[in-house]
């Protein structure tokens, strides 16, 4: 067979059958051994929403996201998603075409180097240069893709290389397991917990990366320890649980961010330490002793120091922490937070404007779905009212552009998300400014008949980015308008997607129902008022304790 043919062989292999991704000259040949592949291939409008659809594909099945690209524009065009994949640790091999071989170094048509670019934003970058190489390549970078901290990887292959013929030597695949936690670090962390008086469960996205919700689950239930989690990490915590506390951080709630403030014992699991969750670094959980679980090395120590370090399977280490501790009063005291300082939800979604109030919809939307809905979102005002205001069965059933909070990323997450689970709800729920940047993936939605359903919150503004200029910046609006955005209703229709739009609280329920009921696409278009804020919000600079609340 030939590179090309080698290249979709070993896909299989791995049991992929669903690639996002765009053709061009450089990649040719490898869509030309797709038309006879089994591998299903599709067809993207913008190589960054391929990339978005095999993060989104990956992250809702916890399999491999695959997208594919030619060379130049096609490889810059994903670097974005890349990077995207990377910093949230999720598993993509992206497979781009390069020119041919003679070609490289001389500026040819559409010849970029793909090592220089990529370097930054992947976990490992592969060009190959020897016919003879490509499948053991092939074969390192889903490894390194899924080993230990999952990342994007890239290979890049010559149009020539493509199209060079080679007998295939299948090559033995790798089981791979995680380091396992010392028993000497173990006993130390037990030691603490029983210590403290005061402690807390800090949990991030390390959990859902680990296949650990469950043991998660268990050390909590066990250890009656009230919790909190990140962005990432939502969905990992029984929802149910009185002692969860909800999302920490800059826009966390007022009894997470209370009540880690005053904990002398933080249990991070899979968790950065990252700026958005602690606020003042130097005054976050300023009592606390600090057990850190994580499987990278690199994380442990790097922003707060950890007194105990266990390093290893989060599936093998936290059930052997899973003791008993006699925290009543603590956890009591936490519970009693939480009731005090709850969101508190508007009837008929009505806020003092006369406007339709998004927390209070996003909540009922919550209550309205089932466990296994999918949400993505994109990045702002709305990404932060789904964190507060909806709960999740499960950490893969919310997609979200974590550390590197990336606009554009909703829509095509939703597909990829909707490709890997096609008997769940999927909704996309993105912004009126974060919408218009990948909008042609309608396309996508249309031509494979994908029943997203999509909730765009519409307050025709950059609505983060307004209110920070409103709260630090003395109201000097710049550039934040966006009151000549298209007519969403036309703009669905014209792609075939059932379509309507809503202003008034009254109409919130139905519009609901009716979404969540289709068969079909679905945009469901809201209008709100542009100066809805979100609340709480810890200022820069600040701890979290001195959150506004509007």
């Keep these: 067979m030939n590179g090309a043919k080698l290249t979709l062989e070993v896909l299989r292999r791995y049991g992929v059958n669903t690639v996002f991704g765009y053709p061009g000259g450089a990649i040719m040949p490898l869509y030309d051994a797709l038309y006879d592949s089994e591998v299903e291939h599709y067809l993207c409008r913008h190589e960054q929403g391929a990339a978005f659809s095999a993060l989104g594909y990956a992250k809702a099945s916890g399999k491999v996201g695959v997208c594919f690209a030619t060379s130049g524009p096609g490889v810059t065009n994903l670097i974005t ?25 001389t500026d040819a048509f559409q010849e970029i180097d793909v090592i220089g670019l990529s370097l930054a934003v992947t976990k490992h970058s592969f060009q190959v240069t020897d016919i003879n190489e490509l499948e053991a390549t092939l074969h390192k970078a889903f490894e390194i893709a899924t080993a230990g901290r999952p990342g994007a990887v890239i290979v890049d292959i010559p149009k020539d290389l493509q199209l060079s013929e080679i007998y295939s030597k299948p090559v033995l695949l790798n089981t791979q397991s995680l380091p396992v936690a010392d028993e000497d670090s173990l006993a130390q962390a037990r030691a603490l917990m029983h210590q403290s008086r005061k402690p807390m469960l800090y949990v991030g996205g390390g959990v859902s ?30 929802p149910e649980d009185a002692a969860y506390l909800g999302m920490i951080g800059m826009h966390g709630t007022k009894a997470a961010n209370l009540a880690v403030q005053d904990c002398d014992l933080l249990i991070a699991v899979g968790a950065r330490f990252d700026d958005r969750v602690t606020g003042k670094l130097n005054e976050f959980a300023p009592e ?51 009731i005090q300082t709850q969101f508190r939800y508007l009837p008929n979604n009505e806020n003092a404007t006369g406007f ?16 296994s809905t999918v949400i993505t979102t994109d990045v702002g005002q709305h990404q932060m009212w789904v964190a507060q205001h909806m709960r999740f069965a499960e950490p893969r059933n919310l997609l979200t552009s974590g550390a590197l909070g990336t606009m554009g990323f909703g829509l095509p997450a939703a597909i990829g998300a909707q ?23 309608l396309g996508t939605i249309k031509r494979f008949k994908l029943p997203v359903k ?3 919150i519409d307050n025709t503004k950059l609505g983060m980015v307004r209110q920070w200029q409103r709260l630090f910046f003395d109201e000097r609006f710049s550039e934040t308008d966006l009151s000549d955005n298209p007519d969403f209703i036309q ?45 709480p919000l810890v200022p820069p600079n600040t701890a979290n304790q001195a959150m506004l609340e509007g």
């Design 288 to 338: 606390a002793k600090v057990i850190h679980l994580d499987i990278d090395q690199a994380e442990v120590s790097k922003l707060r120091p950890a007194d105990v370090t266990v390093l290893g399977d989060f599936k093998q280490s936290l059930p052997k922490l899973a003791v008993e501790l006699s925290i009543e009063n603590w956890r009591e005291k936490c519970i009693q937070l939480s």
């Design 209 to 238: 990366l680990g296949n650990a919700v469950e043991e998660l689950r268990y050390f909590a239930q066990q250890t009656g320890m009230p919790s909190v989690s990140t962005l990432k990490g939502l969905g990992s915590i029984d």
């Design 419 to 441: 490709m890997s689970r096609p008997e769940d709800v999927v909704i996309a729920i993105s912004g009126d400014g974060s919408f218009m940047m990948n909008v042609q993936e």
């Design 81 to 105: 998603g890349l990077a995207d994949a990377t910093a949230d640790s999720v598993p993509v091999v992206a497979i781009t075409g390069q020119v041919a071989s003679p070609l490289m170094g």
């Design 454 to 456: 999509i909730l765009l």
């Design 356 to 371: 339709i109030d998004p927390t209070s919809m996003l909540n009922e939307l919550s209550r309205q779905m089932n466990n």
């Design 491 to 535: 703009l669905a229709q014209a792609f075939e997607i059932e379509a309507e739009s809503i202003n008034q609280p009254a109409e919130v329920s139905g519009a609901l129902e009716r979404m969540l009921n289709s068969t079909n696409a679905y945009l469901l278009h809201v209008r709100i008022n542009q100066d809805h804020s979100v609340w």
